[in-house]
């Protein structure tokens, strides 16, 4: 069971570039998030999912996207980085209601 | 929107000392509550989770409690070690929201 899993653990985009942050998970959790982390803020969801098809906004959501085709798998597209985007990201899974398990993180750096 | 609160931001205690971590939020509606440690450059660890339900829930040298009416929960650590040096934070869930929302932590030191 390899829990949740993140790629890359870590990147540098220059300004105006898109990337994909991967995540993907093997509990079979239908809820899953992604959150920013920033030194001082704690931890601030971006977009969330309850399941294969269906997605939301959170706290932070504008310049990136989601999508969930299926269970596993939630990747964070950032369309056109900027340096406001240099943050730590976190990807997490639970069921409804459950514990949240959180992946190792993708510090992502934007020049 | 909930706010969630952590105080103090850092602190330091020598081991073998008791101590309480404390965690506050401003809406009582809530799902559940989570209790987390993050070490440097690592993920968040669950260590506790009290559903709204519930009054205080145990794991070993840990205990947490959760007062809704209050808005208000507690991570009690016994016999702190220096492998509990961490940040600790807590997050809440909203009744009909599948959203979180989390504390800033605290940096807990504990000295050998």
């Known amino acids: 069971n390899a829990g949740v899993t993140q790629t890359p653990k870590f990147q540098v985009l220059k300004t105006g570039q898109s990337m994909t942050l991967q995540c993907a998970q093997d509990m079979n959790h239908e809820y899953m998030s992604w959150y920013r982390q920033d030194p001082g803020m704690g931890l601030r969801l971006i977009h969330y999912s309850v399941g294969a098809g269906i997605t939301d906004q959170g706290e932070v959501p504008n310049g990136y996207n989601v999508s969930r085709s299926t269970t596993e798998d939630f990747p964070l597209r950032l369309l056109s980085a900027a340096p406001s985007q240099t943050s730590v990201y976190f990807c997490a899974s639970s069921r409804q209601g459950d514990t949240q398990y959180f992946g190792p993180g993708t510090r992502l750096t934007v020049l | 929107k909930q706010e969630v609160t952590q105080i103090p931001a850092a602190l330091s205690v020598p081991e073998g000392e008791n101590l309480v971590l404390n965690c506050s939020f401003t809406?009582?509606?809530?799902?559940?509550l989570q209790w987390f440690r993050q070490d440097p450059g690592k993920g968040l660890t669950s260590l506790l989770l009290i559903q709204s339900s519930q009054r205080e829930q145990t794991s070993g040298r840990l205990n947490a409690s959760l007062d809704k009416s209050s808005g208000r929960s507690t991570l009690y650590i016994a016999a702190s070690q220096p492998g509990d040096s961490a940040t600790y934070l807590c997050?809440?869930?909203?009744?009909?929201?599948?959203?979180?929302?989390f504390g800033s932590g605290t940096k807990l030191n504990v000295k050998p």
């Open positions: 809406d009582s509606a809530i799902y559940n």
């Open positions: 997050a809440v869930r909203r009744v009909n929201f599948n959203k979180f929302y």
